[in-house]
Structures are given as C-alpha cells and as structure tokens.
C-alpha cells in the first residue's frame, strides 16, 4: 500500500519516522534513523503528507522535504500529545512519531505555517535584539544590587542609574570602584548593540510593503510591524482577527457551562515576545490619546474610564492586532475610520 501519512519526532542527532498507508496501518516503522539518513529516505517516498512537531529546527526540515514534493504539515507540540497511545508514562520518540501521524490525520487539526528562510532570517533579528535587552537589564540590576552594598540605593530608572553609578564610581573602594566601572562599560557596549539591531529593524522595515502598512496603525512601530511579519506573514492562516489576537493570547479565558458564560483574563497563550509589543503599543495609544479626537483615541479613553487603565491597554493591543490581520489579508494601507 501506498504511504500517504509519515509522522516524524524531530531530535538532534537520531528521528523517529512513523508512516501509515491508505487504510491507516503502520507501513513505515523506523524507531532510529540517523540525522544524515533523514532526508534520503523522506526524498524517496513517494509524494505524501509529512508531519513534525512544530519545534527547533522543524522550519528547516519543512523546506526540505517540501522541495521533494510532500505536503509539509508542522502542529504545535500540545496537540500531539492526546494522541500518543502510550500515554504520559510511555512517552519515547517511536510513540511521539505514531502521535504525530495520528494527529495530523484529524480533520480539524490546527496547524503551524511553515516559515521561509527570510522570515527566520529577520526573526532571528528580534531574538538577538531581546537578548541584548535582557541582558542589559540584568547588568543594571547587578548594578544596583552591588550598590546597595554600600550604602547607594538608586531608582529603576535606568538612565537615572547609569548618571548616578558613574557618579560614585570615585567615592567606591578598592574593587568596588573597578567592579562598578566594568559594568558600566558592559553597559554601554549593550546600549550600543541594542542601537545597531534598532537599524537593521528599521531597515527590515523600510525594505518590506506589509510592514510600511503595518506602521499605519495606532502604537505599530518598526519593531512590531516586522516582528508581525517574520511571525504570520500575510496571516492567511487565520480566518479572521479575533483568531489572531486568541492566538496572541490577549482573548479572556472561557470557562462556561450549562448556559452561563464565564469569562476570566485573558490566556496570555502565544508568543510572549509579540504580546509585549502590543501591549506597549497600546500603552502608548492610551498616553497620545488625551491630546486628540479620532475615533480611537475617543475609545480608548472612554474604556479607559469605564474600565480601568490595564484594562484598557489589553483592549488596544487586541484591537491593534485585529487590524494588523485585516492590513496583512488585504494588503491595504490603513485607513483611519471617519
């Protein structure tokens, strides 16, 4: 019989390929292939659904085998695990790879789209840019921490502690005044790198049509507006932009039964990274909103009253993403509402 199903569980260095015929039997069972083995026996099969975790390295993969002729599908890791026969006890790379098969079999399944390699490329702009921001906030706070030791307690403010340690820098003692020096040099190399990813953002962004329409929009910037794009793309595979913004995590939770809606806070599921930037945009929507009369600077003060301050930033950032969809599906410039 013909393969037409094949699950792989993605790893390192050895895969597990699980493949099933037409009438759903296991006709292909290989529990350990090497990683350089991997892509000649995917390439000779004949065309048909090739299944991973959507997980590292599951984007290169699905280039790859999509070239050979197979439909790619790549499904996020919680979806696969009710399939797996074995349960939680029995979890090994032979059982992910059945699950995996099993799973993207079902005519509902949701699925990851695959990522290009220049989407990748530009999404692994935002990654190092993070990091340079984590990193930098982490060497402030050592900063601080250190101080304390000494008597020097400074603000969070982070311009406020750079002016303020390098004022003390010659009043610290012996190492004190040479650990204090480092880190503020370290600091300032962070500042620096942080500024250089800044302009390749803005560079990412002036260089692509659908990330000029995104920065249209209310609290969208350069660094939302293409990290929207490396992440969704034209987001075709959302049906509409309250999917999305569910996707982000920024919908309430629903617990309802019998009749009685529940909702709760909002799921925060998602990308954690683009969440954060759509609540700072909507952050500062709500702080320009004072100072003008459109239609969503009037709204957004309104739930602000009505409902609270937080509240009202997690509503902006909902609705941002709502119009990001519909810029990215129809490929419009934005058009402020009369």
């Not at 350089?36 to 599951?58: H, K, N, Q, Y």
């Not at 009710?82 to 949701?110: F, H, L, W």
Request: with cysteine; glycine share 10%; net charge positive.
């Amino acid at each position: 019989m013909t393969i037409v199903h094949v699950g792989i569980d993605l790893a390192k260095n050895v895969f597990a390929v699980h493949g099933v015929d037409e009438a759903g039997k296991p006709a292909l069972v290989r529990p350990s292939v090497a990683r350089a083995r991997l892509r000649e026996l995917i390439a000779g099969l004949p065309p048909c659904t090739v299944a991973m975790e959507a997980c590292s390295g599951a984007h290169h993969w699905a280039r790859l085998f999509a070239a050979h002729g197979h439909t790619m599908r790549l499904i996020a890791p919680k979806f696969v695990t009710p399939y797996r026969m074995s349960g939680a006890r029995g979890k090994t790379d032979a059982a992910d790879a059945a699950a995996i098969c099993e799973a993207v079999q079902r005519p509902n399944m949701r699925f990851v789209p695959v990522k290009s390699e220049q989407q990748q490329s530009q999404l692994m702009v935002h990654r190092a840019r993070q990091g340079f921001v984590q990193a930098r906030t982490a060497c402030i706070n050592r900063i601080r921490g250190l101080l304390a030791e000494f008597g020097h307690v400074l603000p969070l403010k982070a311009e406020t502690v750079r002016r303020q340690a390098a004022g003390l820098l010659e009043a610290l003692p012996g190492w004190a005044n040479t650990v204090i020096g480092d880190l503020l040099s370290e600091l300032h190399r962070l500042d620096e790198r942080i500024a250089q990813y800044d302009r390749h953002v803005a560079q990412i962004a002036r260089a692509d049509e659908r990330a000029r329409h995104l920065m249209q929009l209310p609290g969208i910037g350069a660094t939302t507006a293409t990290a929207i794009v490396a992440m969704i793309g034209n987001g075709h595979k959302f049906k509409c932009g309250r999917q999305f913004a569910a996707w982000l995590g920024l919908t309430p939770g629903q617990y309802s039964s019998g009749g009685k809606t529940r909702l709760g806070r909002i799921t925060k599921a998602g990308d954690g990274y683009l969440r954060s930037l759509l609540i700072l945009g909507g952050r500062s929507v709500l702080a320009l909103a004072k100072g003008r009369s459109d239609p969503i600077s009037s709204w957004a003060l309104a739930l602000q009253e009505r409902r609270g301050y937080w509240k009202a930033v997690v509503a902006i950032a909902a609705k941002n993403a709502r119009l990001a969809w519909a810029v990215l599906r129809r490929g419009e410039d934005f058009k402020m509402p009369a």
